[in-house]
């Protein structure tokens, strides 16, 4: 086995994109098994100790990067313009999103390597919640309410309850939904005669935009990590 290669390894691990990362190894602050290692193509042994500006760099296994989604990107790798065009300089070859935004939708949108949090975030038994921001062509009403959090029928399927917050202009309302179906903001509203005239997501779980502007991608902090694991029951 020839080792992951060091600038593929720390991109991997959030210390940069691939030019960055071979710009700091280039600078002699990088450490393999105590050596300075000035070729970002060296490959590291698995399981060898890093080091970063002499101190020493948890090999994490996974990367998870949250992207600000803009409107007019295609969550797909075969489609354009597609989100993955955003991720510029991150190795994008195992990275998988968490549910999918529409083309016109925009916001919160996580990648990750890790599989098992991948399927523990997008099945519906972990209950984790995804928070949109709509603007409607008609006012939402209490009975709107009522109706998402009872459940209403999709494909013959009741939705789990969604809570609907009607602020004081009922045209842009805050939706939270347990589960991700396809295109399942758009068709609950739908079902209630009316339309969705503008879609952001603006949480999962634990995790918000922050000020992350649009177009915008960085890992994520160990914090979010760990409060993300938690909410899905995974060990760190
Ligand atoms: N629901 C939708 O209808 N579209 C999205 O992009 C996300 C949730």
Same mark, same amino acid.
């Given at each position: 086995?020839?080792?992951?290669?060091?600038?593929?390894?720390?991109?991997?691990?959030?210390? !940069?994109?691939?030019?960055?990362?071979?710009?700091?190894?280039?600078?002699?602050?990088?450490?393999?098994?105590?050596?300075?290692?000035?070729?970002?193509?060296?490959?590291?042994?698995?399981?060898a !100790?890093?080091?970063?500006?002499?101190?020493?760099?948890?090999?994490?296994?996974?990367?998870?990067?949250?992207?600000?989604?803009?409107?007019?990107?295609? +969550?797909?790798?075969?489609?354009?313009p597609?989100?993955?065009?955003?991720?510029?300089?991150?190795?994008?070859?195992?990275?998988?999103? %968490?549910?999918?935004?529409?083309?016109?939708?925009?916001?919160?949108?996580?990648? +990750?390597?890790? #599989?098992?949090?991948?399927?523990? $975030? @997008?099945?519906p038994?972990?209950? &984790?919640?995804?928070?949109?921001?709509?603007? $409607?062509?008609?006012?939402?009403?209490?009975?709107?309410? =009522?109706?998402?959090?009872?459940?209403?029928?999709?494909?013959?399927? =009741?939705?789990?309850?969604?809570?609907?917050?009607?602020?004081?202009?009922?045209?842009?309302?805050?939706?939270? $939904?347990?589960?991700?179906?396809?295109?399942? %903001?758009?068709?609950?509203?739908?079902?209630?005669?009316?339309?969705?005239?503008?879609?952001?997501?603006? !949480?999962?779980?634990?995790? @918000?935009?922050?000020?992350?502007?649009?177009? #915008?991608?960085?890992?994520? @902090?160990?914090?979010?990590e !760990?409060?993300?694991?938690?909410? &899905?029951?995974?060990?760190?």
């Amino acid at each position: 086995m020839r080792g992951e290669r060091l600038d593929r390894l720390l991109a991997r691990l959030g210390l !940069g994109s691939r030019k960055e990362v071979g710009r700091l190894v280039r600078s002699g602050r990088v450490r393999v098994e105590g050596q300075v290692v000035l070729d970002p193509g060296f490959h590291v042994p698995e399981r060898a !100790g890093l080091e970063v500006e002499g101190r020493p760099l948890a090999t994490r296994r996974h990367l998870h990067l949250l992207l600000h989604k803009p409107a007019g990107y295609v +969550t797909s790798r075969k489609e354009g313009p597609s989100v993955y065009a955003l991720l510029q300089g991150f190795p994008t070859r195992d990275l998988s999103p %968490v549910g999918r935004l529409d083309k016109d939708a925009e916001g919160l949108l996580l990648f +990750t390597t890790h #599989g098992e949090l991948l399927h523990r $975030l @997008t099945h519906p038994r972990h209950k &984790v919640e995804k928070r949109y921001l709509v603007r $409607l062509l008609h006012p939402a009403t209490e009975a709107d309410a =009522r109706a998402f959090q009872e459940g209403i029928f999709l494909d013959g399927e =009741r939705t789990l309850p969604a809570r609907l917050r009607l602020g004081e202009d009922p045209i842009w309302v805050e939706l939270t $939904l347990l589960e991700g179906r396809f295109h399942q %903001v758009k068709r609950m509203f739908r079902a209630r005669g009316n339309r969705v005239l503008y879609l952001k997501r603006l !949480g999962l779980g634990p995790l @918000t935009l922050g000020d992350l502007p649009p177009g #915008g991608v960085r890992p994520l @902090t160990p914090e979010e990590e !760990g409060a993300l694991y938690l909410a &899905v029951g995974l060990a760190p």
